[in-house]
């Protein structure tokens, strides 16, 4: 995936080709630039050498002399306890890996200079022992540095199998896809020391796309035992290449996983990104599934841009061969870029960029002026198998930052058919929420609808739920996106359904942070994440219900991550 992306409104695919192009302009000039440095530096005899820390370092440099550095590392809308870049512009994640040191590790693609010098994202490395703390690594791959321009997604893995016969069992090795002059390409590096930093493995692409209109870009890599071959996996389009390898260089094209209308039963998912595939064991049905997840655009479902996954299985050529139409991994309108893990055989961690491209890039102000740090960290998801054959889905539950949460503030409230509010309290915008529903007057099962806003002095959230039938819809306003095509995607309401019709209780669970809302119905196995634009440090949360109910809440300050 890339900064600028193509936007898919109204059915259109690449509405934004033009803005792109003229992006990659851009960049193909600051790669001459780039070159001519690299030349300098060669004649005069120094070294020169991949620091993980420089290109954030310097690109403050470069914005302090303009006087706009301090919105590129701080805002109002900045997060209190997610995950978030120190500077500037973040979005696709990166591999998730368990290093040696104890530590998951992954890397995102960042843009220091967002706005400022338009050239491009690097890939930035963080670890983290429980999926709560993070602790910044730095700038593993540094983009300009004379072989490849600036990165977009891609893969890592480890040689821990010794397919890579120049290199140590404990080295890294990352693909990636790099835009040299419009055309996407990949490029191979290599790191010794755990993913701090990568050297080119080659000095040139190792494949790349006809020309400069063709999708080729974010490659999945993965290894395959049994014939001792590398498993390349590229978005195209609307299709999942698929290629082999037995040197990890040259790739030979043996397949392809189709997702266009036809594969979708009449309905495409506009242009696809960010393969990814795992495999899940099912221990009440004792199947083992191979799972593709992607990104895509859910326009024609009434649904905004996602990651989605179909379940399946792969040929003898390891091919993917879906078995089941795609389902979206979250429900809601900001998991994007998603990266999973495989935790055991039967569970998968997952990690995503709380955005959109339908306003997140978009020009967005707070107090102060036009921000410049936006984009965060999605809670930590994890993922099991459930279902019966031929009607799998994932159950989808969160990491929960509970080591952060406050003591408790809880109540008791009831409601009825002439008397709907059932609270009305004023808390942080870094809140826990859990709202529990039981039926009164000897009713066994819970009707009616149930309404909840989150309100704010620039913007609100609101979720309207059906308790009879489990659908439910998401609207949001902000006055913070300065951009007539940014609110209106902003803006949509979305609809969904946990899956749970007339229970007996029902519970929601609410997380908040400054920018983002996490939620989901408890025992649905679904999730719903949006990303929000307050600069409002308080949340006036709200319930009602137009049937006779009684509510059971527990509120939670979140502090502060450290």
């Known amino acids: ?16 080709i033009t803005q792109k192009t003229r992006f990659l302009h851009r960049c193909s000039r600051r790669m001459l630039a780039a070159a001519v440095c690299l030349v300098t530096v060669l004649s005069t005899g120094v070294g020169m050498s991949f620091s993980s820390q420089a290109n954030a370092v310097d690109a403050a440099d470069s914005v302090d002399a303009t006087g706009e550095s301090n919105s590129l590392t701080k805002t109002q809308f900045d997060q209190f306890y997610h995950y978030q870049a120190s500077q500037g512009f973040m979005n696709d994640i990166q591999t998730i890996w368990k290093g040696s040191d104890g530590y998951y590790h992954f890397m995102y693609l960042q843009n220091a200079n967002y706005r400022h010098d338009d050239d491009g994202t690097v890939w930035y490395h963080v670890k983290t022992k429980d999926f709560v703390h993070y602790t910044n690594v730095g700038v ?19 040689n821990e199998n010794g397919f890579y016969g120049d290199l140590s069992k404990t080295d890294l090795v990352a693909y990636f896809t790099s835009y040299i002059d419009g055309v996407q390409k990949q490029f191979v590096a290599y790191s010794k020391n755990g993913g701090r930093t990568f050297e080119p493995y080659r000095d040139a692409a190792i494949m790349s796309a006809p020309d400069a209109s063709s999708n080729f870009r974010d490659p999945y890599i993965s290894y395959d035992a049994r014939s001792k071959t590398l498993m390349m996996y590229l978005a195209e389009g609307d299709r999942i290449g698929t290629y082999s390898s037995k040197d990890g260089v040259a790739f030979t094209e043996v397949g392809d996983t189709m997702l266009d209308a036809e594969a979708l039963g009449g309905k495409d998912l506009g242009t696809i990104e960010c393969p990814n595939i795992k495999t899940l064991y099912d221990p009440q049905t004792g199947e083992r599934k191979t799972i593709l997840f992607f990104g895509a655009n859910g326009y024609q479902y009434g649904q905004t841009t996602g990651t989605y996954y179909m379940v399946g299985h792969l040929d003898g050529k390891n091919v993917f061969v879906p078995e089941q139409q795609p389902k979206r991994v979250d429900d809601g309108s900001d998991y994007y870029g998603a990266n999973f893990m495989q935790q055991g055989d039967a569970a998968l961690i997952s990690l995503a960029w709380m955005g959109n491209w339908g306003y997140s890039d978009k020009t967005i102000a707070d107090e102060n002026g036009t921000a410049y740090r936006l984009g965060s960290l999605s809670l930590a998801h994890r993922l099991k198998l459930r279902g019966q054959a031929g009607n799998y889905t994932l159950d989808n539950t969160f990491v929960e930052p509970s080591s952060l949460y406050a003591r408790a503030v809880k109540g008791t409230a009831y409601g009825s058919r002439s008397h709907r509010q059932l609270l009305d309290v004023t808390r942080s915008t870094s809140q826990n929420a859990v709202l529990r529903f039981s039926t009164v007057s000897g009713e066994s099962r819970l009707g009616g609808d149930i309404t909840v806003s989150l309100t704010h002095k620039d913007a609100s959230e609101t979720i309207e739920y059906s308790a009879a039938t489990g659908d439910y819809s998401v609207s949001r306003t902000t006055t913070r996106i300065q951009d007539s095509g940014g609110v209106y995607e902003y803006t949509k309401k979305i609809t969904a359904n946990s899956g749970i019709a007339s229970p007996a209780t029902l519970t929601f669970h609410i997380i908040q942070d400054q920018s983002s809302v996490e939620f989901f119905v408890q025992g649905s196995g679904k999730s719903y994440s949006m990303a929000r634009y307050t600069t409002d440090s308080k949340s006036k949360i709200t319930v009602s219900s137009n049937a006779s109910v009684k509510l059971s809440y527990s509120l939670n300050d979140i502090v502060r991550s450290r």
Do not use: C, L, Q
């Open 1 to 16: 995936m890339r900064v600028h992306k193509p936007r898919f409104d109204n059915g259109e695919r690449n509405i934004g």
């Open 140 to 158: 593993s791959i540094p983009k300009f540095n004379g072989v490849w321009y600036w990165m977009a997604t891609g893969s890592v893995i480890t």
